[in-house]
DNA sequence: CAAATTAGTTTAATCGTTTAAACTAATAAA
DNA sequence: TTTATTAGTTTAAACGATTAAACTAATTTG
């Protein structure tokens, strides 16, 4: 392995000091710098093919210009696209991340922080999976810079970048409301995650300002362990019985992808039988019979402001910056307005 | 922001050099070193909650325990999977990997390979676009570990991970051939890249030793750009005229994920009209109306080997290791044999 | 023309570790 | 008792950069 060229080596050839070097290479000093031995330095810097020690660099600065991204999977689609779109915006800012998946697990969260931390990451991008309130109070207390996406805990005061869902899923059940369903149901994940939660109450709140009737049995939360059976079921209970629901929301991109295949092997009609919302954009529901009406999330922002918030952060520590986008709508036909269904 | 305890503050505390602590915490000398100073060190670096700053670590050990992975597009689902195989394996041996999307563009490949060399990584994992040989020739030189995966270039001696994409084409085509299907296209990417035309040496071969029917025209080659309307477009052509074709091999995800859609807009039965063979395994194949036959790739696997051969890699950097695995083929309703379909 | 300023460069400390080598005191061997 | 050995610890250099401060020689100012 051929070694890597350093400044001493370039001060070497030059025949200079390192620090006369440092100075060309960083652009300080101009003034103070000929400009001959400049030219030589910068000739001989490129002839050696010199590269800097960012790890040497980042020990003298303790800034390493690498921030950290932990996510609940990076497998799962939304989080591969959120993540690709923070890649982009950190190099656009000539930083570089290190991703982990935390599997919606607070010790494996707090280890990954751990170990982020400890390769001295400048900052922190963090989807925090549901019970790690105190690691976050922690990281805020030691003065690390912060950003949460996606989820965030209401109580405590960090910056975050995250959808108004609410708005999201009030919007949903506001548009079936409008196209005539009357019996709307929701299939969600159960957690304490704000995020979820917000989803959830946005129903509920819409139901009532809709004027539709609210069922206990018409709101389900499913478990990650055996996820794709129960919703499954679930779906099955709603839609069988004397007075099935007419719609139904799925509360996240997983209960939908369970969802939809269950609506397949049960052949419901859709929307004939069961108008459908779905949440988050994927690929997949272009392979879906009929067109499927879905919340979009605007994942390109949510990265971008999720780096430019950290970066901000960095400049300024003790500036909190709280972001709620709105989440948007796609109408198709699996909510097409029962009146065009059901001529009369 | 409260400083980190560094090795000083420990040493400072117990009334000993930084050495001596040093020497504890890495358990080295360990005969060496009286037991009760090691218990006291030992306290005091747990009071204080010093964790070890990696970046110093680095600079005089020159190793980050930091892997660089540079694929094409992590939002891609495959590479996202493959990703999550690969950040799991590292962190097992306790090693953080670093992102990157080259976006099949040798430029912004090599500018990424620059970074992650500067950031000191021990090893690289490349999926290679086209066009990157003399980059991976380079690293060679340089003698950074590295090894390939899921694509390699054959002209180069180089570590790689693969799918054995000869065989896993071959095999499918001979999977068609033998549930009755003579007429059969494939749909692949214009690039050179070696996997990729190994897909298509595997249907040309299967073809001739099936005895089937080639014609230039039943296989088409589909450049990046507006992928989707060519993809509609070729399976147009491949299913309207005298002689349409009576089966269709995606040679990889995103090309399956533009002919089934293309498939459902056009109206096409499968298998009955058309039987089709997908490339790579996802969620959204459970959505599209007839159960999909498919070749899965074992990314599991991949993303483990690439991680183990890296690492073993670093220890002996001399050492080449070439692996190629099978594919396997998912047989379903969409390959349905002909004989079934069409009872005589 | 001496003193002050300026231009151009170097010195040396520092970041937080690691680690070979040196040192000291206690113990064992001769 | 002297010498050699061993145990326990420290010293100090090094990794590759950054940067305040010091230095020197040339130039300007009074």
Redesign the interface.
């Known amino acids: ?2 070694k890597k060229t350093s400044l001493k080596d370039i001060a070497q050839v030059v025949g200079v000091s390192t620090a006369l070097v440092s100075y060309v290479l960083n652009n300080k000093k101009e003034n103070r710098i000929s400009k001959e031995v400049a030219k030589r330095i910068r000739q001989v810097a490129k002839d050696l093919n010199y ?6 660099k ?2 003298k600065t303790s800034r ?1 210009r ?1 921030l950290g991204l932990i996510v609940a ?5 939304f989080f ?2 959120l ?2 779109y923070i ?2 915006e950190a ?1 656009k800012h000539n930083y ?6 935390s599997d919606e697990n607070p010790d494996k969260c707090q280890k990954l922080i ?7 990451v400048d900052g922190l991008i963090l989807a925090p999976p549901a019970g790690v309130e105190s690691q976050v109070i922690d990281l805020q ?4 810079p912060l950003v949460l996406v996606d989820r965030y805990f209401p109580d405590i005061r960090t910056s975050y970048v995250a959808l108004n869902n609410f708005q999201a899923m009030y919007t949903a059940v506001g548009h079936l409301a409008k196209a005539g369903y009357r019996r709307v149901g929701m299939i969600t994940l159960d957690t304490d995650l704000f995020h979820i939660t917000e989803r959830t109450r946005g129903y509920l709140a819409a139901l009532q300002d809709n004027h539709l009737t609210t069922r206990r049995s018409w709101l389900k939360s499913i478990g990650p362990s055996n996820l794709p059976a129960d919703v499954a079921r679930t779906l099955q209970a709603f839609t069988t019985g004397p007075q099935p629901i007419e719609a139904v929301l799925f509360a996240s991109n997983v209960i939908a ?1 369970a969802g ?2 269950a609506i ?1 092997s049960l052949s419901v009609a859709v929307p004939n039988e069961l108008a459908v919302v779905c949440f988050d954009e ?8 009929t067109p499927l009406t879905y919340i979009r999330q605007p994942v390109q922002e949510l990265g971008q402001l999720a780096v430019s918030v950290l970066l901000d952060t960095l400049a300024i ?1 003790s500036q909190i910056t709280q972001i709620n986008l709105d989440g948007q709508l796609i109408g198709q036909a699996s909510t097409q307005p029962v009146s065009i269904l059901l001529p009369d």
Not at 51 to 56: D, F, K, L, W
């Open positions: 392995m051929q590269q800097p020690n960012q790890i040497a980042s020990l390493t690498t999977d990076i497998a799962n689609p591969a696209t993540a690709r890649e982009d190099d570089t991340v290190i991703f982990a998946s751990t170990t982020l931390l400890n390769r001295q207390k030691k003065g690390i992808m939809l295949k397949k994927t690929d997949a529901y272009g392979l879906f019979d520590p």
